[in-house]
Nanobody, 123 residues
Framework: QVQVVESGGGLVQAGGSLRLSCAAS????????MAWYRQAPGEPRELVAG???????NYADPVKGRFTISRDNAKNTVYLQMNSLKPEDTAVYYC?????????????????WGQGTQVTVSS
């Protein structure tokens, strides 16, 4: 019905940069908020950054000033530009899209998650 696919993870040295992408597809009427979360081994999943349909953003304190979230509404895609990466940024990064699903009857809102993409920052 709705698919969410992340890409762009990988291995990078401390101080380096990566850009993650997340594309939603399927029976989409519209997308409200989109967000990036991350989960390190043995840790709970945590919010990294979020962006509304109007472009308002919020960031977790550890990534402020280093990460930038943006979206392309025409492509149903959200991006996460990660600069000045640190070893503590190592985690699986997940995208969440709050989608208004198109149906034959009444549209409804639901959250969809991607499968995750690994980001590893070496010291």
């Amino acid at each position: 019905q709705v698919q969410v696919v992340e890409s762009g993870g990988g291995l990078v040295q401390a101080g380096g940069s990566l850009r993650l992408s997340c594309a939603a597809s399927g029976s989409i009427f519209s997308i409200n908020a989109m967000a990036w979360y991350r989960q390190a081994p043995g840790e709970p999943r945590e919010l990294v950054a979020g962006i509304t349909s109007g472009g308002s953003t919020n960031y977790a304190d550890p990534v402020k000033g280093r990460f930038t979230i943006s979206r392309d509404n025409a492509k149903n895609t959200v991006y996460l530009q990660m600069n000045s990466l640190k070893p503590e940024d190592t985690a699986v990064y997940y995208c969440k899209s709050r989608v208004v699903v198109r149906t034959a009857l009444v549209p409804y809102e639901s959250d969809y998650w991607g499968q995750g993409t690994q980001v590893t920052v070496s010291s």
